[in-house]
């Protein structure tokens, strides 16, 4: 079964970084586009950045553009977050899920990893 | 970038009724890339409906999804205890957005 396990979430100074892994396990990753998503404490969920599945494009929301950068690791079937100048505001749950898909949607999510900025 | 706007912000049901959650878009959404989702508490979002009307791997056929251009609806004929939850939508005609969500709690 598909399954997506996030790791690497924590607590981290204002400016500080972090760099968030998602290993992915039950199909052939190489195959998949992935994606990050956040969702800040009580409130709904953002789009973050997408890989294509060979790793060769990636596109990120504005909010992240040039502090946040994406990759994989078809190897390893792995998927990383590395996050760069974090603010408060980036304080939320990350998941990692597969896709878009053929309509855009995603279709598997891992459980999530909690990424705090704070003081 | 596209906005979606869902309504109502809650909707108090009772188990066996039917619940009718909207999804308008600030532009259409062409092809109808518009998925829903269900997230409960501590858990992730899940995959409900793909394409506006196609139910994902595993959903029940009490779900159903419509519409099509800027206006899309989610239906769940009669509410089950485990449907209680918030439902998103998601579009994908160009940079990815979700709505704000609705939640549908019990009366």
């Known amino acids: 079964q598909v399954q997506l396990v996030e790791s690497g979430g924590g607590l981290v100074k204002p400016g500080g970084s972090l760099r968030l892994s998602c290993a992915a396990s039950?199909?052939?990753?190489?195959?998949?586009?992935m994606t990050w998503i956040r969702q800040a404490p009580g409130k709904g969920l953002e789009w973050i950045s997408y890989?294509?599945?060979?790793?060769?494009?990636?596109y990120s929301a504005d909010s992240v553009k040039g502090r946040f950068t994406i990759s994989r690791d078809n190897a390893k079937n792995s998927l990383f977050l590395q996050m760069n100048s974090l603010r408060a505001e980036d304080t939320a749950v990350y998941y990692c899920?597969?896709?878009?898909?053929?309509?855009?949607?995603?279709?598997?999510w891992g459980q999530g990893t909690l990424v705090t900025v704070s003081s | 970038e596209i906005v979606l706007t869902q309504s109502p912000g809650t909707l108090s049901l009772s188990p066996g009724e039917r619940a009718t959650l909207s999804c308008r878009a600030s532009q259409s959404v062409s092809s109808g890339f518009l998925a829903w989702y269900q997230q409960k508490p501590g858990q992730a979002p899940r995959l409900l409906i793909y394409g506006a009307s196609s139910r994902a791997t595993g959903i029940p056929d009490r779900f159903s999804g419509s519409g099509s251009g800027t206006d899309f609806t989610l239906t769940i004929s009669r509410l089950e205890p485990e449907d209680f939850a918030v439902y998103y939508c998601?579009?994908?005609?160009?940079?990815?957005?979700f709505g704000p969500g609705t939640k549908v709690d019990i009366k």
């Open positions: 890989i294509t599945s060979s790793g060769s494009t990636i």
């Open positions: 899920a597969r896709g878009p898909a053929d309509f855009g949607d995603y279709d598997y």
């Open positions: 998601q579009q994908y005609r160009s940079s990815p957005t």
């Open positions: 039950g199909f052939t990753f190489s195959d998949y586009y």
